[in-house]
């Protein structure tokens, strides 16, 4: 089982970036597909973002060109670049690990416990 940590949140104003890590002890992560989720309060938990092993990525349609998925081998983290923050943005985000590339969040074995973006208006 890998365990996973999430870092990088924070206050931003509207417009600014963010860039959020998850790094992961128990296994490589090039054994998973690794996503990104966030939930906001009083919503449901929501795709945001997947990473398979081969490279190829897929985005929630609301992020797509802002937000960029990427991941350090040697350092066995995932990333997850946040740019051009707006207010809906906010919410607490998620790594998670996956054997197959979707964007189910029931399909993800393993979580993170969060990490808090907030982004004023």
């Known amino acids: 089982q890998v365990q996973l940590i999430e870092s990088g949140g924070g206050l931003v104003q509207t417009g600014g970036s963010l860039r959020l890590s998850c790094t992961a002890s128990?296994?490589?992560?090039?054994?998973?597909?690794m996503g990104w989720f966030r939930q906001a309060p009083g919503k449901e938990r929501e795709f945001v973002a997947v990473?398979?092993?081969?490279?190829?990525?897929a985005y929630e349609n609301s992020v797509e060109g802002r937000f960029t998925v990427s991941r350090d081998n040697a350092k066995n983290t995932v990333y997850l670049q946040m740019d051009n923050l707006k207010p809906e943005d906010t919410a607490t985000y998620y790594c998670?690990?996956?054997?197959?590339?979707?964007?189910?969040?029931?399909?993800?074995?393993?979580w993170g416990q969060g990490t808090q973006v907030t982004v004023s208006s």
């Open positions: 990473l398979k092993w081969s490279g190829q990525t």
């Open positions: 128990g296994r490589t992560i090039s054994d998973y597909a």
């Open positions: 998670a690990a996956a054997g197959t590339f979707t964007s189910i969040a029931t399909n993800f074995h393993s």
